[in-house]
């Protein structure tokens, strides 16, 4: 089976906080299935400054049922030269959002992971990678603690 991208997300610390947001490429859509997992890493200068995190090896759910995150949403299939840039893509994805950050300070916290993840799923729809709409599926996923 080719890649699959997905999109899943986490509860903030708070139920003010908003959600964070990661990609992550497994090869089936099974629940157990093994994947990659990439996200944002705050660098702790507490400018919101973000650098790309990639974990290999993550599972959607543990042996007992248990899953490790809130929720998640199959974005389609990807090719493996994609998988191959997504690193790249991730790295430039940051360089945005910490330019849009910079000098808003402590307001910053709004422009991170959502923001990351929606910029990367648009390029691949634009490019052709995802299919047509993946942009605003992904808008639609949950943001805030409900």
């Not at 890493?41 to 995190?53: A, F, R």
């Not at 430039?92 to 000098?103: K, P």
Request: aromatic share 10%; glycine share 10%; charged share 25%.
């Amino acid at each position: 089976m080719p890649p699959c991208l997905w999109i899943i997300w986490v509860s903030g610390l708070t139920h003010l906080s908003l959600k964070e947001w990661a990609l992550v490429v497994t090869y089936e859509e099974d629940p157990e299935a093994f994947g990659t997992l990439y996200k944002l890493k705050d660098i702790g200068t507490g400018l919101s400054e973000y650098i790309p995190d990639i974990i290999r090896g993550v599972r959607y759910q543990d042996h007992f049922g248990r899953r490790y995150w809130e929720g998640r949403l199959l974005l389609g299939q990807i090719t493996e030269t994609v998988v191959e840039l997504l690193p790249l893509y991730c790295e430039v994805g940051a360089d945005l959002i910490n330019s849009q950050n910079q000098g808003r300070g402590l307001l910053a916290g709004e422009c991170g992971s959502q923001e990351w993840v929606l910029h990367i799923v648009s390029s691949f729809e634009d490019s052709r990678i995802l299919p047509r709409g993946s942009t605003d599926r992904a808008k639609a996923c949950p943001r805030r603690y409900v």
